[in-house]
């Protein structure tokens, strides 16, 4: 089997790598001959976000335009397309179009956040809306032969469009994503967030109970891929830069993960990545009790779930006080990746549905 993976955005962008890249090696050894092609290119999915180079920006855009309608073309070669999130990251759904008109190969449409809730760029505002053409994903729907959901709140909208749905979600290599077998006991313990500019600002929704929470523990905020330096009156805060070769340390060096979300359409469209990753690498995390985080999260087993600022404080202070129940649900959070969040487990549900769409 042929497939080509058709992406939006490159492998430093998350949802690429863990809804595609990590998958390759599977798919080879089974012998499947696996392309990937990404719209952006790492050297405008890194300008894309900042406010200068726009005359770069567009000609590099310009380009990743035409490359892409030229790399259309080889979908010929192909047997079964694989697009995550859109093809292009402007404009109508034109490849996905060409693929399904002309090419007639089938498509796999994959997604992983509440993409067709229209939103307004903090870098770009409005006008980002109109370029990305937010009612083409209803289009993509409808022209592929499956889709494949994140989590079940996806799946409740596309069913609405095409019943060919499954859910798979998003989840990490465990053989990566491992607990440090000589991970001793800080004497300060170690908050920590990993994000990315976009979403620095639910972090900031729990700063002022972490303010308070300093008030009675000694503890480190680390954080990572901030838009800006986290800051709180009397608190080490640890800033650093996302880095992807050292994604998987990031994790490790923390003792207990953060989580927090708002309750809104978009928040209830993720996949919890960020939970499992804690799990994972044997950390308990705090979450907030929205979309899946409650099904990811089993309260008080295997992590904590919060919604008031008043339980975030509780929540963390029994983290903080108790070394054995932070290794308790650490181990129980491990034991749920291992069950059900975990490349092994989902990769062959992956290759049964590309396969479900080859027409002989």
Known sequence: MKILFLSSYPNECAGTRYRIMQYIGYLRERGCDCTVRSFLTNKLYRMLYTKEQRTRKMLEMLFSIAKTLLQSIKAFNYDVIVVYREAMLLGPPIIEWWISHVVRKPIVFDFDDAIFIPFESLTYGKIANWLRCFGKYEQIIRMSSQVIAGNEYLRDYIVGFNPNVSVIPTVVDTDLFMPLSDKKMSKRPVLGWIGSHSTTRYLEMILPALG??????DFVLKVV??????????????????????????FQSLDIGLYPLPDDPWARGKCGLKAIQY????????????????????DGVNGYLAETEGEWITKLESLLDDHELRRRLGATGRATVEEKYSVKV???????????VIVD
């Open 212 to 217: 308070r929470l300093a008030k009675q523990y």
């Open 225 to 250: 891929g901030a838009s800006e330096p986290a800051k709180i009156q009397g608190v080490e805060c640890i800033n650093h830069a996302w880095q992807l070769d050292r994604e998987v340390e990031d």
């Open 279 to 298: 799990m994972a690498v044997g950390i308990p995390a705090v979450c907030s009790a929205v979309g899946v985080n409650k099904e990811i999260v089993q």
């Open 346 to 356: 989902q990769a062959p549900r992956l290759l049964e549905i590309m396969s479900s």
